[in-house]
């Protein structure tokens, strides 16, 4: 989050334009690579590091993808103070709206975890995602 | 792949799109107080969200806000802006708006602020700029 400009300060209407642009996405994100991403096949992209917005990847996206790892070191800006979504080292794309509880073990950042998700950790997913 | 990265990667069956949500809630308080999601202190971390609930209880909008702001926001945007926030926040995900309700309220919050009245540094290089040009008029 970082920015270097002369008060090496964000401003209120730079952190503003941050929000928005976090959650919006995808204006300068070339076509074919949300082709890709958003094909069915796709399983995961542990590594890959593109940039996108989160209301594009909920609902421009078919299926839906859940970046899963959001946080402020995870948003890049540009030299505009532009802000994109990096880093979808843990991100996951579902067959459907509904579809999720598989494997309950907690990822994600200290701090930016969502506490529903923390408190479905069961013991027998962990042993089962151990000894499988 | 190691041990540890497969399950991480496994664990991604329980996340959905309001775990997201969450985690933008969290982004979103940041930005507007400058604190750490985890805030250090003398008996370990407080969570921002602890920090920040007495203060919306007192209304106490000018603690909330970050101080390196220097007064230059507009507080009923700020505000606007800090219920959007705690709107991605409730425990149960149920209970949180989708990206897309947030993005419009995020702009009519952008909007709000860029029809209030110019910051204090705007005023002040307005008035530079309108003290060179009237000053023939005013001999």
């Known amino acids: 989050m970082a920015a270097e400009n002369s008060t090496n300060m964000l401003n209120w209407r730079a952190r503003l334009q941050i929000a928005v642009d976090a959650a919006q996405g995808m204006t300068l994100v070339p076509e074919s690579f949300f082709l890709h991403f958003c094909s069915a096949n796709f399983v995961g992209l542990t ?3 593109e940039l996108a917005g989160l209301e594009y990847l909920h609902n421009g996206c078919r299926p839906p993808i859940v970046h899963g790892d959001l946080k402020s070191s995870n948003i890049l800006l540009t030299e505009n103070l532009q802000a994109k979504i990096a880093d979808f ?4 794309a579902f067959a459907n709206e509904e579809d999720s509880h598989v494997i309950t073990i907690p990822a994600g950042t200290p701090g930016y975890i969502d506490p ?17 | 792949m190691s041990l540890y990265s497969v399950c991480r990667f496994r664990a991604l069956g329980n996340l959905n799109k309001k775990s997201d949500v969450y985690s933008f809630g969290i ?11 985890l805030i250090r202190g003398h008996q370990g ?3 921002i969200l602890q920090w920040v609930s007495p203060l919306v209880e007192r209304g106490d909008i000018q603690s909330i806000i970050d101080p390196r702001f220097q007064g230059e926001f507009n507080t ?19 209970k949180r708006p989708d990206m897309s309700d947030i993005l419009r309220e995020l702009k009519e919050c952008q909007a709000m602020e860029m029809s209030s009245k110019m910051s204090m540094h705007d005023s002040v290089e307005m008035n ?9 008029n005013l001999r």
């Open chain 1, 89 to 92: 080292g843990l991100s996951k």
């Open chain 2, 76 to 94: 009923n945007c700020a505000w606007k802006a800090l219920e959007i926030a705690l709107s991605c926040v409730p425990p149960t995900s149920r």
């Open chain 1, 47 to 49: 590594g890959i590091i």
């Open chain 2, 128 to 136: 530079l700029v309108l003290g060179t040009d009237m000053a023939p």
């Open chain 2, 27 to 37: 982004l979103l308080c940041e930005l507007i107080t400058g604190q750490p999601p």
């Open chain 2, 45 to 47: 971390h407080t969570h």
């Open chain 1, 116 to 132: 529903e998700y923390v408190f479905k950790l069961n013991v027998n997913h962990l042993s089962q995602c151990l000894f499988s």
